[in-house]
Structures are given as structure tokens and as C-alpha cells.
């Protein structure tokens, strides 16, 4: 079967399993002192335990109609000042219900949106100072990263965020053709991209990461290798090529688009290889599902060391027992739970105002699901995994019997392996792995094609 076939073959419905069990397999949900208990635990067993922090910024001043985010569109910046409020009072209920906190590592700050840019130099300061200075940092371990919008980006919101300890950021580009981003209502004129890059590699950024979307409308095989020349030529460390995630049942501005306008299948996946070829001559090396990254960059050596971790930010290179998520939507993990905050943005502010721990859902983890969450962690980052016992790969054996005859992921004993041409497949074989989702097949479209 050639590639075209397979790609058609196994273009289905599967998860990106930045989580696991998938947020829609989320089942006993934790009550808000379920999950604090949780992680009270965690820090009573552990009080060095290393922990991160995610503050959700979902302001942007206007919709990129391709956007899968979680946003809230306005040109509104007293929003800066009344949603800061909103996100210390969350801080200062965590602060007072798991004192270990204070006392335990904070290893990863990371902002993201929405757009954390939409914020002035000033009101990031305000709102990041009070959370950094009540907080354990080793500046040797320590790691500041934020996902910063080209097109609302300035010298003083980098100042600021070198001097709070920030050292990343990540750029959304998408697509450097016009049209492709007059379609998705985005202009991001090129000089705009570039001229943030260079600003900062100079002010002394350690890494620069962009974000880019294939299969977006008018996407085609010459304009998106003229979007690779271009990124190429300013060479970020690290660049995210994402496939675009079109779910017009859960996104209104997706129905813009109709599934003609978009490149799909095997035409879709083109434009990925197209690129990642183009990556790999320049010296990229390709990580997991997605991810490119310059061996010079952390994320690599991670990559090399066996550390690469995933999270619902994506690949990072340091891994932290507990996530505790900041802002309206934000998710929150422990070892035995995750937790989701209230997903609108006037009812997350009430119940943190009122001293809440703001729950939406969660999932509180049984032992199986603990030895999945950690065998597909591993298989997405590494795509090989040992498997627990004879019986579980006897299983996996079975239900992965098509891609084992197409070549695409081998066994030898309990070692599950993805191969090279089994690249494109990662998701699809990382299914075997999720008996949640084999034992109920989802009965609506949840998830986005694997393809
Ligand atoms: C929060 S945004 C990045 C920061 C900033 N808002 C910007 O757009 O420049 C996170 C990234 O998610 C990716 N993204 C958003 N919606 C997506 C979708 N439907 N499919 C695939 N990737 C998507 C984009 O690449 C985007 O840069
Ligand atoms: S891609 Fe970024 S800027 Fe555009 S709507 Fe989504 S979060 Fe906002």
C-alpha cells in the first residue's frame, strides 16, 4: 500500500493525548475539596514535590477564524485589571488551602491564550510580581515561557518578561502567504514576524519557538514550501507545525470554512512532509507528534535524555509532578487528578471572587488509568513503550493488526514500536493504549482526523 493509501486508509478520528484519560473520557469528576485534597496529598508525601504554573490569558482583540483556543475577543484592556483581580484571588485560595506550596519548587511558569501579549508591560508585572515572589524559585532551574502575539508584541512587554525570569517565547505565524491570512482574518505582515525574532535573540531570549497550521484554506504545495523557506530563514529553535484541528461542532467561526475550501487526506499531510523534509535538510530534528526543534535547543536534549515530557501546552522538556492552572478554562494536573476551571469568562470571575476553587470538571485517576496516562506519555514522546504484561500485549498486538501488516509499528516481546513509516500514525497507534476510549467508542464527533 502506498503512503497515499494509508494516509486515507487510517484518516480517523483520534485524540492528540495531551492528557491522559482525553478530557471527553473525563468521568468521576472531583468536587473543588476533592481536587485540593489531592494535591495536598501529593505535597504531604512529597514536600519538595517540583510544581508548575499555567495562567490561561484568553483576550485577543480579534478572531483568527482558524482558532481552536479558548478565547474571549475584545479591544477592552480595562479586562487587564479586573481579570488580574480575578486570577490573584484563585492564587490566594490555593495559597491557603495547600500550604506545602509556598514551600515546594516552582519550576515552570507558562502564559498562555488568548494572547498574554494583549497585556501592557505594566499589567503583566502586576500580575505576575505578587505569584513569582510568593513562590520557592531556583533561578538554575527555573523556566518562564509565554506564547506571545507577533502582531500586538513590544520591546517593553519583553523587558518586562526578561525581568520576571522569562526566557521563551512562542510566536503564532500559521502561514506567512497573504491570502491564506487574509482567509483566516489574520495579517501578520512577514516583517512583523521577523522583526520580533531578531528583537528577541537580542534582548537575549534563549529560545524562539513558531507556531505553524497546515491544512488551512488556499494552503498549497508551492505557497506553503515558500511559508517553510521563509521560517527556515530565520530559523526559530523550535517550530510547532500543527495540523489543523477542524471541529465545526464545537467552533461557530470553523463553519466558515466548508470542507472543500481545506486541504485534506493525503493532500493535507503533503504539506506537512513537504516541510518536514525541508526541516530535516536544515539541520531540524522532528520530535513526536508536531514538534522540530535545532539541537541546540533544550527541548532536543530533553528529547536525547529520555525527558521529553507532554502536557496540555504540548511537548516541554522538564517534567513536574503538579500543574496548577491559573485563569478561566485553565486545566490543572496532579499524579491522581486533573482538573478543569469554569469555562466562561463572568462566571469563572464570580466564583474566584467568592474564595472558590473554581471546578468545571476533572478526573480523579485509577491505577489503570495511572498506567496508561504513563505507558502513552512515554509512547508519544518516545514512540517505543515496554508493556506491562504478555496479556496487554497480546491485546495491543490484536487491535494494532492492520498497522502491524502495514508496517507501521513492530513488536519484539512486550517493546511496541512505532517505525519510520509509521510516523504520520502516531495517534492512531497510541489508541491501543487507551482502553477508555476502546471500551466506549465515542457515539458524537469528539475529536479532530488523525491525518
Ligand atoms: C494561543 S495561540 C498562540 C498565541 C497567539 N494567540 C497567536 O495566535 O499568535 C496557540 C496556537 O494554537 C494553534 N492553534 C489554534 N487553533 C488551532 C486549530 N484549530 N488547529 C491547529 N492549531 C491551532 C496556533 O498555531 C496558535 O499559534
Ligand atoms: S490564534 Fe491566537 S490570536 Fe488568533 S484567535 Fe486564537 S488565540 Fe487569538
Redesign the pocket.
Known amino acids: 500500500m502506498n503512503t497515499t493509501e494509508l494516509l486515507a486508509k487510517y484518516d480517523v478520528p483520534a485524540p492528540r493525548y495531551t492528557s491522559y484519560p482525553t478530557v471527553p473520557y473525563w468521568t468521576d469528576d472531583p468536587t473543588s475539596g476533592q481536587w485540593l485534597a489531592e494535591l495536598n496529598k501529593t505535597f504531604d508525601s512529597n514536600p519538595q514535590t517540583g510544581w508548575s504554573i499555567y495562567i490561561h490569558i484568553p483576550f ?1 482583540e480579534s478572531l ?1 477564524t ?4 479558548n ?1 474571549f475577543i475584545t479591544r477592552n484592556h480595562k479586562n487587564e485589571t479586573t481579570y488580574t483581580a480575578a486570577i490573584h484571588s484563585e492564587w490566594e485560595t490555593y495559597l491557603s488551602s495547600v500550604p506545602l506550596l509556598k514551600e515546594a519548587p516552582l519550576r515552570q511558569i507558562h502564559l ?6 494583549f497585556y501592557s508591560p505594566e499589567n503583566l508585572r502586576l500580575l505576575l510580581q505578587p505569584i513569582l515572589d510568593g513562590a520557592q524559585i531556583d533561578p538554575a532551574w527555573f523556566e518562564g515561557s509565554i ?5 500586538s508584541t513590544t520591546s517593553e512587554q519583553l523587558q518586562t518578561l526578561l525581568e520576571l525570569g522569562f526566557q521563551r517565547i ?5 502561514d506567512f502567504n497573504p491570502e491564506v491570512q487574509r482567509l483566516v482574518n ?1 495579517i ?1 505582515p512577514y516583517e512583523m514576524t521577523r522583526n520580533l525574532t531578531l528583537l528577541a535573540r537580542q534582548m537575549g531570549f534563549e529560545s524562539v519557538n513558531y ?3 497546515y ?1 488551512l484554506p488556499a494552503q498549497t504545495e508551492d505557497s506553503f514550501r515558500q511559508t517553510a523557506e521563509t521560517t527556515i530563514a530565520l530559523r526559530p529553535d523550535r517550530i ?1 507545525l ?6 465545526p461542532w464545537i ?1 461557530k467561526a ?1 463553519r466558515l470554512f466548508t470542507e472543500d475550501d481545506l486541504p485534506k487526506g493525503a493532500e493535507k499531510r503533503a504539506l506537512y512532509e513537504l516541510a518536514r523534509e525541508m526541516f530535516l535538510q536544515e539541520g531540524y530534528v522532528e520530535l513526536g507528534l508536531d514538534h522540530f526543534s535545532l539541537p541546540t535547543d533544550t527541548l532536543y536534549e530533553a528529547y536525547e535524555a529520555g525527558n521529553l515530557h507532554r502536557n496540555f501546552m504540548g511537548y516541554t522538556d522538564q517534567r513536574t509532578e503538579v500543574m496548577i492552572g491559573l485563569g478561566v478554562s485553565s486545566i490543572s494536573e496532579a499524579p491522581t487528578c486533573f482538573h478543569q476551571n469554569e469555562k466562561g469568562l463572568n462566571e469563572y470571575k464570580r466564583r474566584v471572587l467568592a474564595g472558590e476553587v473554581p471546578t468545571l470538571r476533572g478526573h480523579l485517576l485509577n491505577e489503570e488509568d495511572r498506567l496508561h496516562r504513563e505507558q502513552i506519555l512515554q509512547f508519544m514522546t518516545q514512540q517505543v513503550v515496554v508493556l506491562n504484561d504478555d496479556a496487554q500485549t497480546a491485546d495491543a498486538r490484536d487491535y494494532l493488526g492492520e498497522l502491524l501488516n502495514d508496517g507501521l509499528v513492530k513488536f519484539e516481546g512486550r517493546r511496541m514500536e512505532l517505525t519510520e513509516r509509521g510516523r504520520p500514525f502516531l495517534r492512531n497507534a497510541a489508541m491501543a493504549l487507551d482502553m477508555r476510549l476502546r471500551r466506549h467508542k465515542p457515539q458524537t464527533r469528539t475529536f ?1 482526523q488523525a491525518v
Not at 170 to 174: D, I, K, L, P, R
Not at 242 to 247: E, H, L, Q
Open positions: 485577543c483568527c482558524f482558532c481552536g483556543c478565547t498562555g491564550g488568548g494572547t498574554p501579549t506564547e506571545v502575539g507577533p502582531r512562542s510566536m503564532g505565524v500559521q489574520r501578520q507556531d505553524l497550521i491544512g510547532a500543527y495540523s489543523f484541528a477542524f471541529v467552533k470553523h479532530s
